[in-house]
């Protein structure tokens, strides 16, 4: 039987085919070509785009994991993930934050990128709208575009030295179709954290317009405000169990578990539940044996955590030194997360930017543009890499910044 053609009538959905590609991921994949190029270990790429730590997992969690194989855990769990993990995460919550939670308001989702994927999929219709404050991780934007809808990035201003929350603005871009806001705190890429004040706009703004209010608080262990592990105050110590509030979370930052792909939301009940069905559409469930490991990680991890810290402080400290030593860079200090967004002076192509850096010194960042709208101008540096990689990599970038402020000729 002959075939028509592959191109006649069959298309890739619009909705996919628009969102686009991210300029993070497009940057890393060029630098792996030229890794694979490279012959000598000098000319491979210092890889600082990435948001990931490149210390180990702590080898306890290893360990669980392995004796939850060997345990035979290896099976299904509930949709919401298994229920040991949802009770060690309320006890989590009680002793972290002083929040009481039921095991029915959170659900373990694997990563969380599927996290915000499932609750965002249990607000939006298509044509619905979601306000995102940006410069922002920009898988939110995307799964906004993925379920049909459309994502109005309003920009946090640089205020002196700290980023701000401009609510004017967020007023202005209230529509009959918007149905939730999404912040980030600790901010990727800004490293800025929501005050208390911040945190009770937002749910003044989120319930004055009958909007949810989702919170990504994946760093919020990686605070440099207080002493080393503690945590950013979570958004759930200001709402009640009937606020439309919702909490992304991971494992992959806190416990260096960026490979696992494991993580958890928080939800009012009936947003709980639903998004625990869907999940079963998504991914069934987390891995099973990933989900014992990580009750180990919530019960015996806070040492390690304090460690972890305290190294992502240092090498914050340093960077930053090193990086306002630079002609042309303006960097405003982070209160958390793990990196640092310097304003490059006149810049208005950061891709092209990170690319030339790239080719010219074989040190791959991150470029602000990817960030959505704030961004560009900017660039985004992670420090949470060791100093094997942080320091030739900073003198690297120095002589590139100090070659791109000099005339030439002189």
């Given at each position: 039987m002959?075939?028509a ?11 996919a085919a ?6 993070i ?6 630098a ?11 000319d ?28 035979g855990?290896?099976?299904y769990?509930e949709?919401a993930g298994t229920?040991?993990?949802r009770?060690t ?18 659900v ?8 915000l ?15 995102i404050?940006t410069p922002?991780?920009?898988n939110g934007s ?23 929350i ?6 202005a ?8 806001l ?9 490293g ?6 911040d945190?009770?706009?937002l ?5 004055r ?21 503690a945590a950013?105050?979570?958004?759930l110590?200001?709402c ?24 958890w ?8 539940a ?11 469930h987390?891995?099973t ?31 930053l030194e ?7 860079l303006?960097?405003p ?5 793990f990196?640092l967004?310097?304003?490059v ?7 092209g ?19 959505g709208?704030?961004?560009e101008g900017?660039i ?12 030739p990599?900073?003198d690297?970038?120095a ?8 005339p030439?000729?002189?």
């Amino acid at each position: 039987m002959s075939r028509a053609p592959a191109h006649l009538g069959a298309r890739v959905a619009a909705s996919a085919a628009d969102v686009p590609y991210s300029r993070i991921r497009e940057l890393a994949e060029e630098a792996m070509v030229l890794d694979g190029q490279s012959s000598r270990p000098e000319d491979r790429v210092l890889r600082l785009y990435f948001g990931e730590s490149n210390l180990p997992t702590p080898e306890f969690i290893k360990r669980a994991a392995e004796k939850a194989l060997r345990d035979g855990l290896t099976y299904y769990t509930e949709n919401a993930g298994t229920p040991g993990l949802r009770r060690t995460l309320c006890r989590y919550y009680e002793s972290t934050h002083g929040v009481a939670l039921e095991p029915g308001e959170i659900v373990v989702t694997a990563s969380g990128v599927q996290a915000l994927n499932v609750a965002i999929r249990c607000l939006l219709d298509p044509g619905d709208e979601a306000i995102i404050l940006t410069p922002a991780w920009p898988n939110g934007s995307a799964i906004v575009q993925l379920a049909n809808a459309l994502p109005r990035q309003i920009a946090q201003p640089l205020s002196g030295s700290r980023y701000s929350i401009d609510f004017d603005r967020l007023e202005a871009a209230v529509t009959p179709r918007t149905r939730f806001l999404l912040y980030t705190s600790p901010s990727n890429p800004l490293g800025w954290v929501a005050t208390e004040a911040d945190q009770e706009r937002l749910l003044e703004f989120t319930r004055r317009h009958g909007l949810w209010l989702l919170a990504d608080e994946v760093y919020e262990r990686l605070w440099y405000q207080a002493e080393p592990g503690a945590a950013v105050p979570s958004i759930l110590r200001k709402c009640s169990r009937e606020d439309a509030v919702i909490v992304a979370q991971s494992f992959s930052k806190t416990y260096c578990m960026t490979g696992w792909r494991l993580g958890w939301l928080v939800a009012r009940g009936d947003l709980a539940a639903r998004a625990a069905q869907l999940n079963e559409f998504i991914v069934s469930h987390a891995a099973t044996f990933t989900q014992r490991a990580a009750e180990e990680a919530l019960l015996w991890g806070e040492k390690t955590v304090r460690e972890i810290v305290a190294h992502f402080r240092t090498n914050r400290d340093y960077c930053l030194e090193r990086l306002r030593a630079m002609p042309g860079l303006t960097v405003p200090e982070p209160d958390g997360a793990f990196y640092l967004f310097p304003h490059v002076a006149g810049l208005e192509d950061s891709f092209g930017l990170c690319r030339q850096i790239l080719h010219e010194t074989r040190v791959g960042v991150a470029p602000g543009v990817a960030f959505g709208e704030g961004g560009e101008g900017s660039i985004r540096l992670c420090y949470a890499a060791d100093r094997t990689v942080l320091g030739p990599a900073l003198d690297r970038l120095a002589t590139f910044f100090q070659s791109r402020s000099t005339p030439h000729g002189r």
